[in-house]
């Protein structure tokens, strides 16, 4: 499986963007995807999840009514709605694939990782 990630950028705080993650290679049918960030002199942390069938979703406590976490099965790609933006979401953010049940909010388990995108907020 190779994750491909999409739509990072500079926004002002307050702002929005899109990001997107497309998922190639054999059969794709994964338990759950996710997203992760890093920030500068941080460890990479649990941003959202969501469960590939039947579309349940997580979220760290910091982003929960600003960020969207949704899925197209069809495509196999990933998105994540960033709305009001703050300088501490400045981070490469990362997709992942989850196979089997298991923990959404443990980077434990994620077996495919994308190539990161930035994301900085300015202030």
């Known amino acids: 499986v190779q994750l491909q990630a999409f739509g990072g950028g500079l926004v002002q705080a307050g702002g929005s963007l899109r990001l997107s993650c497309a998922a190639s290679?054999?059969?794709?049918?994964?338990?759950?995807m996710g997203w992760f960030r890093q920030a500068p002199g941080k460890e990479r942390e649990f941003v959202a999840a969501?469960?590939?069938?039947?579309?349940?979703?997580y979220y760290t406590n910091s982003v929960k009514g600003r960020f969207t976490i949704s899925r197209d099965n069809a495509e196999n790609t990933l998105y994540l709605q960033m709305n009001t933006l703050k300088p501490e979401d400045t981070a490469v953010y990362y997709c992942?694939?989850?196979?089997?049940?298991?923990?959404?909010?443990?980077?434990?388990?994620?077996?495919?990782w994308g190539q990161g995108s930035q994301v900085t907020v300015s202030s």
């Open positions: 992942a694939v989850r196979s089997r049940y298991g923990s959404m909010w443990s980077q434990t388990g994620y077996d495919y």
């Open positions: 290679g054999r059969t794709f049918s994964p338990y759950a």
């Open positions: 969501i469960n590939w069938s039947g579309g349940s979703t």
